[in-house]
């Protein structure tokens, strides 16, 4: 009986080690990418997408914190919402500089039709 409750034992301990998720470097690399370039794609002028910018941010801060911790699936999570995030304030800020450079056509267009 004792040798079926110490390998019952050490089989669950296995198995509990395999449970364990690897840590989630790809994912913490391509957040923090998707971030810089949120940053350089102007992300900080633009409320919305510096609102996103902030989000991806704190996650990331996060999921490094959850990765000390061993929390490696829930830091997972947190980083693809973070790359998500910064992903959108990207999008955010492309959209605003777009606005403003269709803008700046449609008043040089309006202004050359004005002259005679």
């Given at each position: 009986m004792n040798r079926f409750i110490a390998r019952s034992v050490f089989a669950a301990a296995a198995c509990g080690a395999?449970?364990?998720?690897?840590v989630p470097?790809?994912?913490?690399?391509?957040?923090q990418v998707s971030y810089r370039g949120a940053y350089?794609?102007?992300?900080?002028?633009?409320p919305q997408?510096?609102?996103?910018?902030?989000?991806a941010d704190q996650g990331i801060?996060?999921?490094k914190k959850l990765i000390?911790?061993?929390r490696n699936v829930e830091a997972g999570r947190a980083?693809?919402?973070a790359r998500a995030d910064a992903e959108l304030a990207v999008g955010l800020a492309r959209e605003s500089q777009a606005e403003t450079e269709a803008q700046q056509?449609?008043?040089q267009t309006a202004a050359l039709r004005a002259k005679p």
């Open positions: 395999c449970a364990v998720a690897p470097n790809d994912r913490l690399a391509a957040a350089e794609a102007g992300a900080e002028g633009v997408a510096k609102l996103h910018l902030s989000y801060a996060q999921a000390a911790e061993n980083l693809d919402r056509a449609t008043e």
